[in-house]
């Protein structure tokens, strides 16, 4: 019997919270450019233009932020950082969005990862907490397939 093969797939929080989160980040930088001439005596037109800049473009990423689930990798793509973490190498999906894995050898301590696919943001106020679960569940589901897997190999 083959082994059973979850299809690639991504997970993505609901649109309604990436929306805010990216509409949001612009005035936050606004707020920050503000902060920055009120403590600094540099000019007013650049701070401006490299505070909104970097706030736009954070809030492209936040609103790309997904995760795509692979045969043998996971890729996590944040608001600020992406990392691909091979799936024999995730230890566990926790309760707070975080994946915990292992670096390049097993005998390190475990990476910890936050994925803003997996855990709601404080302003949401937990709704849509079931989409957030389902997300985990998805994670969780295709690691324990991946352990499957390398088990009926091993034992092959």
Not at 117 to 123: G, N, V
């Amino acid at each position: 019997m083959s082994a059973m093969r979850h299809a690639d797939r991504t997970l993505r929080a609901p649109a309604g919270h990436r929306a805010i989160a990216a509409l949001a980040s612009p005035a936050v930088g606004y707020f920050v450019a503000r902060l920055v001439l009120v403590l600094s005596t540099l000019p007013e037109l650049p701070v401006y233009a490299a505070c909104l800049t970097l706030a736009t473009l954070l809030g492209l990423r936040t609103w790309t932020a997904r995760i795509h689930l692979r045969d043998t990798s996971m890729r996590v793509h944040n608001s600020l950082v992406t990392v691909t973490i091979p799936r024999d190498s995730v230890r566990r999906v926790t309760e707070t969005g975080r994946v915990e894995w292992y670096p390049r050898r097993r005998n390190q301590r475990p990476s910890r990862s936050l994925a803003e696919s997996l855990r709601a943001p404080w302003w949401t106020l937990g709704t849509a907490r079931t989409t957030y679960a389902r997300n985990q569940e998805e994670v969780r589901s295709w690691v324990r397939t991946g352990r499957r897997q390398s088990d009926d190999k091993a034992a092959a």
